[in-house]
């Protein structure tokens, strides 16, 4: 599917040589988030898929009803479909989209060669979780609303970037107990890992940055954006990102 014609929120796949690279998109997002970074990695010869995670691309409804299991259960099919044409593969995740890679390597060791997290939130602030949590306990609230757009420095891609307009209660309490249960079993994962984040980041607190490089097994490549916010594949910085990220996995998919 062409970069040029498919749908702004739409999945894509990139046919390349036998090296698969698998690209998840964030909490409200679309694959347009990842979309760039497969332009990118597709020039370096990599079969590309970004599946569209359940729940998302549509609405507030869609999305209520859906919870964290089913967004890897997603991301699980995109991978198999993946697997069955590549002789290797790679996951790389932005945000819940990092979550779910790195779940997946922990599910998958033997078949994933490599993992990439991208502006990962291993946790929120403290009153954003307590308040959060108990909103999702009243009855008549089922929703926020989401002002201002995604967290992307770059005002031509905030505006661009088809993300959703609230946060479901439901799905936002389902994406908390995702962070609880990817932060606890993080030592169990041993893959080689490739992770950014923004120092910007207003979603995502950059300390998680920190706890990932050290709780992960495997040899682990960090890359510090200085002027990008949360969506750092659609910021200011994201030419610098595609190239570490290219060279990262130039050296362990071949």
């Given at each position: 599917?062409?970069?040029?014609?498919?749908?702004?929120?739409a999945p894509f796949?990139?046919?390349?040589?036998?090296?698969?690279?698998?690209?998840?998109?964030?909490?409200?997002?679309?694959?347009?988030?990842?979309?760039?970074?497969?332009?990118?990695?597709?020039?370096?010869?990599?079969?590309?898929?970004?599946?569209?995670?359940?729940?998302?691309?549509?609405?507030?409804?869609?999305?209520?009803?859906?919870?964290?299991?089913?967004?890897?259960?997603?991301?699980?099919?995109?991978?198999?479909?993946?697997?069955?044409?590549?002789?290797?593969?790679?996951?790389?995740?932005?945000?819940?989209?990092?979550?779910?890679?790195?779940?997946?390597?922990?599910?998958?060791?033997?078949?994933?060669?490599?993992?990439?997290?991208?502006?990962?939130?291993?946790?929120?602030?403290?009153?954003?979780?307590?308040?959060?949590?108990?909103?999702?306990?009243?009855?008549?609230?089922?929703?926020?609303?989401?002002?201002?757009?995604?967290?992307?420095?770059?005002?031509?891609?905030?505006?661009?970037?088809?993300?959703?307009?609230?946060?479901?209660?439901?799905?936002?309490?389902?994406?908390?107990?995702?962070?609880?249960?990817?932060?606890?079993?993080?030592?169990?994962?041993?893959?080689?890992?490739?992770?950014?984040?923004?120092?910007?980041?207003?979603?995502?607190?950059?300390?998680?940055?920190?706890?990932?490089?050290?709780?992960?097994?495997?040899?682990?490549?960090?890359?510090?954006?200085?002027?990008?916010?949360?969506?750092?594949?659609?910021?200011?910085?994201?030419?610098?990102?595609?190239?570490?990220l290219g060279e990262?996995?130039?050296?362990?998919?071949?």
């Amino acid at each position: 599917m062409s970069l040029v014609t498919a749908p702004d929120n739409a999945p894509f796949f990139l046919p390349g040589d036998r090296r698969g690279v698998l690209l998840v998109h964030g909490f409200t997002g679309t694959p347009f988030e990842m979309r760039l970074a497969g332009d990118a990695l597709a020039r370096r010869g990599y079969t590309i898929a970004s599946p569209l995670l359940a729940g998302h691309g549509t609405g507030l409804a869609e999305l209520s009803v859906t919870r964290w299991p089913d967004w890897l259960a997603s991301a699980e099919h995109a991978f198999d479909e993946l697997r069955q044409r590549c002789d290797q593969v790679a996951v790389c995740g932005l945000s819940l989209g990092g979550l779910l890679s790195l779940e997946l390597a922990r599910r998958h060791p033997q078949q994933i060669v490599a993992i990439a997290s991208l502006s990962a939130p291993l946790w929120l602030a403290r009153w954003q979780t307590v308040g959060l949590r108990l909103l999702a306990h009243l009855p008549l609230l089922k929703a926020l609303p989401k002002f201002g757009g995604s967290d992307i420095v770059d005002v031509e891609m905030r505006q661009r970037n088809p993300t959703g307009r609230g946060f479901p209660l439901g799905a936002v309490s389902s994406l908390l107990d995702c962070m609880d249960h990817v932060r606890t079993h993080l030592h169990e994962i041993d893959r080689p890992a490739f992770v950014a984040h923004g120092r910007r980041d207003h979603t995502a607190p950059f300390a998680c940055m920190a706890k990932l490089t050290s709780e992960l097994r495997g040899p682990v490549d960090s890359l510090v954006l200085e002027r990008s916010a949360h969506v750092i594949t659609l910021d200011v910085e994201r030419a610098e990102l595609f190239r570490r990220l290219g060279e990262f996995l130039e050296r362990h998919l071949n």
